[in-house]
């Protein structure tokens, strides 16, 4: 009996100790693991920026609220503006105004994804034209944004813009 007893807790022992096979670990591995298309990813990126860019281009900022999470913070030639809120109401919004048109050209856009980070990197010409005297303005400008993906949306968190006069 002493024997039997002494053979069952070695054989529990030894069967608890067995690791599953390497397949068996692939298998739990691949079903938790979950399937992202980079490429997918990468657009929608550039979808966020691109409509970004197109409200500023309408010169009516309403819709690019949700572009930006609350607490998103906006940096432009060497200064922190603060959220995307501070930005439009004591910045570019007021600015808006004054334009008769504000439109982009030589626009490239590269992406850098590390989920659920995106980095971008645009550059650009702006050209903006003023209400007042049709005066016209035209930057040679670059900005970086860093997106998050939030419940299932790329949203912007942070971005820095810089420009300088085109040569």
């Not at 860019?53 to 609350?70: G, I, M, N």
């Not at 910045?91 to 439109?103: A, D, K, M, Q, V």
């Not at 903006?128 to 930057?139: A, H, N, Q, T, Y």
Request: proline fraction near 2%.
């Amino acid at each position: 009996m002493k024997n039997l007893l002494y053979l069952l807790t070695t054989l529990i022992f030894v069967s608890s100790c067995v690791t599953p096979s390497s397949n068996e670990n692939q298998e739990n591995e691949s079903t938790q693991e979950e399937v992202v298309d980079l490429t997918a990813e990468e657009n929608a990126v550039k979808k966020v920026m691109k409509t970004y860019k197109e409200t500023l281009e309408s010169l009516d900022v309403t819709e690019s609220y949700a572009l930006f999470t609350e607490d998103s913070q906006v940096l432009e030639q060497g200064k922190i503006e603060g959220t995307y809120r501070d930005y439009i109401a004591n910045h570019i919004g007021p600015e808006l105004g004054h334009f008769e048109s504000f439109t982009f050209s030589e626009y490239e856009i590269s992406v850098v994804l590390d989920m659920p980070y995106a980095f971008t990197t645009e550059s650009y010409i702006y050209n903006i034209v003023l209400k007042e005297d049709s005066r016209k303005v035209e930057r040679k400008a670059t900005a970086t944004s860093i997106l998050k993906k939030i419940d299932d949306e790329w949203k912007i968190i942070k971005t820095h813009s810089s420009s300088r006069a085109v040569k």
